[in-house]
Nanobody
Framework: QVQFVESGGGLVQPGGSLRLSCAAS????????MGWYRQAPGKQRELVAT???????NYVDSVKGRFTISKDNAKNTVYLQMNSLKPEDTAVYYC?????????????WGQGTQVTVSS
């Protein structure tokens, strides 16, 4: 069973940057697309960025141009570079492998990493 360990969150002022990391216990990046999700208080978890096996990326409109997803297959790690952060980016961020047809994921969730954008 694949396990994810997310890190890199913290408290940052509006306009600041953070780089999140997600380490996987297996070579899941070579088998499935990977995504970063976030869940804000009182809201459903949403998929905000994906990277395909081949390295193609896609973003939800609210983060397009500000967030960059990348991966390092050799390190079994996926990253999320977040720039120009806004208070509405405040959430717990998770990584996982999305199943697009059902909206579910191939693996269980990790503990996530908290991102708080506030002055």
């Amino acid at each position: 069973q694949v396990q994810f360990v997310e890190s890199g969150g913290g408290l940052v002022q509006p306009g600041g940057s953070l780089r999140l990391s997600c380490a996987a216990s297996g070579r899941i990046f070579r088998i499935y697309d990977m995504g970063w999700y976030r869940q804000a208080p009182g809201k459903q978890r949403e998929l905000v960025a994906t990277v395909t096996i081949g390295g193609n990326t896609n973003y939800v409109d609210s983060v397009k141009g500000r967030f960059t997803i990348s991966k390092d297959n050799a390190k079994n790690t996926v990253y999320l570079q977040m720039n120009s952060l806004k208070p509405e980016d405040t959430a717990v961020y998770y990584c996982n492998a999305p199943i697009y047809s059902s909206g579910t994921t191939y693996a269980d969730w990790g503990q996530g990493t908290q991102v708080t954008v506030s002055s």
